[in-house]
Every structure is written in C-alpha cells, then in structure tokens.
T-cell receptor, first 115, second 114 residues
Framework: AQSVTQLDSQVPVFEEAPVELRCNYS??????LFWYVQYPNQGLQLLLK??????LVESINGFEAEFNKSQTSFHLRKPSVHISDTAEYFC?????????????FGKGTRLSVIA | EAQVTQNPRYLITVTGKKLTVTCSQN?????MSWYRQDPGLGLRQIYY???????DKGDVPEGYKVSRKEKRNFPLILESPSPNQTSLYFC?????????????FGPGTRLTVT
C-alpha cells in the first residue's frame, strides 16, 4: 500500500524568504502525486499535481514541486512567500487514476509566514 | 456556483445521541467521500461512494454509517457518537473515483462529543 510522509509538521518562515515543504512517498508501483492547500477555516483545494510528463509542476500562485523518482520525493517550494501563503499543506498520492484506489493524504505541514 | 455544502457547520452533542451530518453537491459528481481531520493525523477517509447505492469503507469507518440514495447527497450518520469522534469532518466530491484528486471539498463540520 502506498503511504505519504510529510517530514515537518510546522514550518515558520519570514515573508519574502524561500520555503520548502518536504514530502516522501512509498510505493512499489508508479504513482500520481498532489499538493493541497487548506486556508484557515476552509476545505482543501488542489494546488498542483504530477500525473506524467515533466517532473517539475507549477501552480498559479508561484509554488512548484518536483517529482524525484529515485528519492521518492515530491517537495513543494516557493522562492518568496507571502503572508497570504499561511495555510496547511497536504501531500497526497494515488497509484491509479482509473481503478478503485482512494487518495492517501499525508499528515500535513502548517506553514506560518511571519511579517 | 459549483459547491459542496455541509450541515451543520458546528455541532456539540452528548455521547450516544444519534446524529446526521448532511452533504450535498450540485455538480452531478459520481464520487463522494467523507474525511475526518485531526491534529497531527491529517485527513483520514471514513467512507466513500463511487455512485448511487455503491459505498465502501475507507481507513477509519468504525462508528460511522453512510448512505447514497441520490447522486447529490451523501449523509454521514453517527448512530451512537463517542468522545473519540470529536473531530473536523469534510465531505468531498469529484467526477469519478479516478478523478478523486480533483475533489471539491465542503467547508467542514466541527463536531464535539461530550
């Protein structure tokens, strides 16, 4: 069964500093990887996804993540964070887009951006 | 507007008193699911439904029931709530199970069982 490990439960960072939120997965088969964001008092929203093709994927608000198969990682990065990026971020994995395989979420990383 | 609605948003109840949390989506989605979110544990799936009358257990189904009699609704039932079911609950829907990564999430229901 696949699983997801988010190595940091909380990440404080100053505004305009770079940030990396780490995500590692375990699976013996090919996987599809996702990052979700949860702003305070809201549900989750899909931030970006890796399905196939380029291993570097980007979101519309400046985040990017790189699929690294050899390191089984899918870390989320942003070169310069803003106060509005304060949220909880969840990494997720599934091994099938067509079969009966639910999405598995990591435990989340709370990003706090400090002014 | 495409959305998933949940009711109630907040609920405080006592041990053993049956309750239902409703979930409704207006996008004609086939796949719906329920999650609970607890600090340090992330999201864990309770039940999911691939279509009307088709439901299956997720990772933490004990103490919960669901039904899917209509495509748009997927209520979560706690027959005899206990304090360990105090949590934040999310309903979500997507076009299909294969597109579950594009789930729309509801706003959440914060449940406290005393």
């Amino acid at each position: 069964a696949q699983s997801v490990t988010q190595l940091d439960s909380q990440v404080p960072v100053f505004e305009e500093a770079p940030v990396e939120l780490r995500c590692n997965y375990s699976s013996s088969v090919s996987v599809y990887l996702f990052w979700y964001v949860q702003y305070p008092n809201q549900g989750l929203q899909l931030l970006l996804k890796y399905l196939s093709g380029s291993t570097l994927v980007e979101s519309i608000n400046g985040f990017e993540a790189e699929f690294n198969k050899s390191q089984t990682s899918f870390h989320l990065r942003k070169p310069s964070v803003h106060i509005s990026d304060t949220a909880e971020y969840f990494c997720a994995v599934t091994k099938s887009l067509t079969g009966n395989t639910p999405l598995v979420f990591g435990k989340g990383t709370r990003l706090s951006v400090i002014a | 507007e495409a959305q998933v609605t949940q009711n109630p948003r907040y609920l405080i109840t006592v041990t053993g008193k049956k309750l239902t949390v409703t979930c409704s989506q207006n996008m004609n989605h086939e796949y719906m699911s329920w999650y609970r979110q607890d600090p340090g544990l992330g999201l864990r799936q309770i039940y999911y439904s691939m279509n009307v009358e088709v439901t299956d257990k997720g990772d933490v189904p004990e103490g919960y029931k669901v039904s899917r009699k209509e495509k748009r609704n997927f209520p979560l039932i706690l027959e005899s709530p206990s304090p360990n079911q105090t949590s934040l609950y999310f309903c979500a829907s997507s076009l299909s199970m294969g597109r579950s990564y594009e789930q729309y999430f509801g706003p959440g229901t914060r449940l406290t069982v005393t």
